[in-house]
Every structure is written in C-alpha cells, then in structure tokens.
C-alpha cells in the first residue's frame, strides 16, 4: 500500500469522523465524495515508508510518531518542525497562531489558551476547549476542573503537573462553553496535530467526551471509550472523563483512577 493510499485511507476515517458530527450539518455523503476510495492494499508489498521525523527514537525514548499520517493535510503557511527542538517547534506553533482569526470562536475570546506544561513531556492531557478561568488567564486547566487535574496528576499519578503537558483541541472559548462545531475543529485541529507532534509524548490522556472522540475518531460515548487505550498519530491515547464530570460525579473518581493506574504502566513499560 503507498503513501498515498494510506493518506486517502485516513482521510476518509476523518471524513467519517466528521459526518458523524453532522448533526450540526455535515453531510456523509458530501465529506465521503469528497475523498476518493483508495486502492485495496496489495499484500505483497512493503508498508508505507514513513515520512523523515525531526529525531530519531533512542532505545528508552517514546515511539515517535512516524509521519502525519492521520493529521490533516498541512495548511500552506504551516511551519516546517523539521530539525527544531520541541521548545522551538512548540514556539514555531504557537507563532503560527499568532491572533488567530481563522474561526468564529475568535470574536468572543479574551485570549488564546495555546496549552502548557513541559516542552517534551512523556505525558500529555488534551481536555476539549477553554472555560471563562482559562479564558480570562490565558492558561488551560485552572479553576476547580484544573485543580482536579492538579491532584490527578500529583497525588495520583505522582508527577509534578509541571512536568506534563495540558492542552485542548480547541484554543479559544466557545461562547456559554457550548461544544465546539465541525468548522472550528477543522480549523483549529492543525494546531493540536502540530503541537502534539512538538511535544511528541509517549501517551496522551483525553479528558472527557470531545476530546476523546477527536483523537480516537469516533462517535462512541466516553462511557464506552473509557479506560480503553487507543491511538493518535502513532501515540497511545487513554480516554477518561473530564476533570468538570467529575465535579459533578465525584463516585466517577474510581474509574479515572482505574484509567490512571493503566497510564502509570503503559509509562514504565
Ligand atoms: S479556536 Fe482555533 S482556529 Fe478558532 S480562532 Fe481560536 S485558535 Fe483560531
């Protein structure tokens, strides 16, 4: 199977992914025609060569994501990642940014919460998008769901939240903290692709219902994506609830433990 075969193969997922959002309106069938049926993969040749990576993988460090298969086609004023450490690469992204006008969510913010936490952290949270705390400090995860977080991270997980990465898929507030929608997904998840492609950790956490059915590509509710690792761009993601359920459902609390206990071993392996 190409290179290419594997992109349309992707594309498609994605197009799927999409359209199962459309009740907000994105036709099935005008996101599938969008992206032609690719070749069935002929079995006797190599796997897709993988596109070059920023740095090679040593013995101990996390599997690098192999290429951006999976992530978007690349915007033509992307930056090139390509020989900058993640610092510089997170720096290059977050430039890119810049005052972001490229959806609607633009109006309505008071900043852009691009994400922190360590440059080249082994684990990463990605929550769905800013609140009225984050919004106002620019800063993701603050508040009481970010104090949760907190404790998740340090009292469970017993790592300093300064050594993780936090982030959203979405960088700006949706107005009334209503779900974010397909055009400002589409618009905003090159971002989320190249910061987690800077950072490159070895898992990725997703908090909540939205941001595990973006990474995981799917329209399975959290409580059925729980606690069962999948994958993102190469990486393992670990779905489980979001730290402001929990404020709601604090007996939910056992689960996410579970779900931690299951990320504390996938990062000793
Ligand atoms: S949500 Fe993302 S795409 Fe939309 S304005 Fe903010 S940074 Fe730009």
Known sequence: MSERDDVLRELRARARYYASLSSLGVPAAWTESLVPEPPAPAASRPPALAASTRRAAAPSAPPA????LGAAPPPPDAPDLNGLDAPQALQAVRDWIGDCQRCKLAAGRKSIVFGQGHPQA?????????GADEDVQ?????????????????KGLKLPRAEVYICNVIKCRPPGNRNPEPDEILACQPFLERQILSVRPRLIVGLGKFACQFLLKTAEPITRLRGKMGSYLGIDVMPTYHPAYLLRNPGAKRDVWEDMKVVLQRLRD
């Open 65 to 68: 994501p192999q290429s951006l």
């Open 138 to 154: 620019g800063l993701a995860f603050v508040g009481r769901a970010g104090q949760l977080l907190t404790d998740i991270i340090e």
């Open 122 to 130: 082994r684990l990463m949270f990605v929550g769905e998008a800013p």
